[in-house]
């Protein structure tokens, strides 16, 4: 399975990494990462003009220097607010208008970035896969 996944995830078009202290600690998140952009040398180039094809997600602050190189490269996706300054970040509820506009956005960019590659894409998370099934919706 483990196989599978990395072919998968060296063959895709976008990484979408949703980047939270975790995902700053977590060696298979740096390996998924690692492997994507090995990926992006047979399948292009981990950029197509001005546009990342890793597309960080921030559910909260991170500090510049704990990103990977590539992700210091690219402005991302602010899914959280700072309330009373810089010490305090409040992550977006998935109800609000302002996750909703951001997931838009993203969206949107993901779009336009397939478009740039002409390419489909190749792999899509079991994750998602099974919130789009609790959904009641099928990808065929």
Same mark, same amino acid.
């Given at each position: 399975v483990e196989e599978v996944i990395t072919e998968n995830i060296a063959n895709s078009a +976008?990484?979408? $990494?949703? +980047?939270?202290? $975790?995902?700053?600690?977590? $060696?298979?998140?740096?390996?998924e990462l690692d492997t994507f952009l090995k990926g992006t040398g047979r399948t292009g180039a981990a950029r197509i003009g001005n546009l990342s094809r890793v597309l960080p997600v921030f559910r909260l602050p991170a500090a510049r220097?704990?990103?990977?190189s590539v992700l210091r490269q690219v402005v991302g996706y602010q899914f959280y607010t700072r309330d009373g300054g810089d010490d305090y970040s409040v992550e977006f509820e998935p109800s609000s208008e302002q996750f909703e506009r951001g997931v838009d956005r993203l969206a949107q960019d993901i779009a336009h970035l397939l478009r740039a590659l002409e390419k489909p894409l190749t792999y899509i998370s079991v994750?998602?896969?099974r919130d789009l099934e609790a959904?009641?919706?099928r990808l065929t």
């Amino acid at each position: 399975v483990e196989e599978v996944i990395t072919e998968n995830i060296a063959n895709s078009a +976008v990484l979408l $990494a949703v +980047v939270s202290p $975790a995902y700053l600690n977590s $060696a298979f998140c740096r390996r998924e990462l690692d492997t994507f952009l090995k990926g992006t040398g047979r399948t292009g180039a981990a950029r197509i003009g001005n546009l990342s094809r890793v597309l960080p997600v921030f559910r909260l602050p991170a500090a510049r220097e704990e990103l990977p190189s590539v992700l210091r490269q690219v402005v991302g996706y602010q899914f959280y607010t700072r309330d009373g300054g810089d010490d305090y970040s409040v992550e977006f509820e998935p109800s609000s208008e302002q996750f909703e506009r951001g997931v838009d956005r993203l969206a949107q960019d993901i779009a336009h970035l397939l478009r740039a590659l002409e390419k489909p894409l190749t792999y899509i998370s079991v994750i998602a896969t099974r919130d789009l099934e609790a959904r009641g919706l099928r990808l065929t």
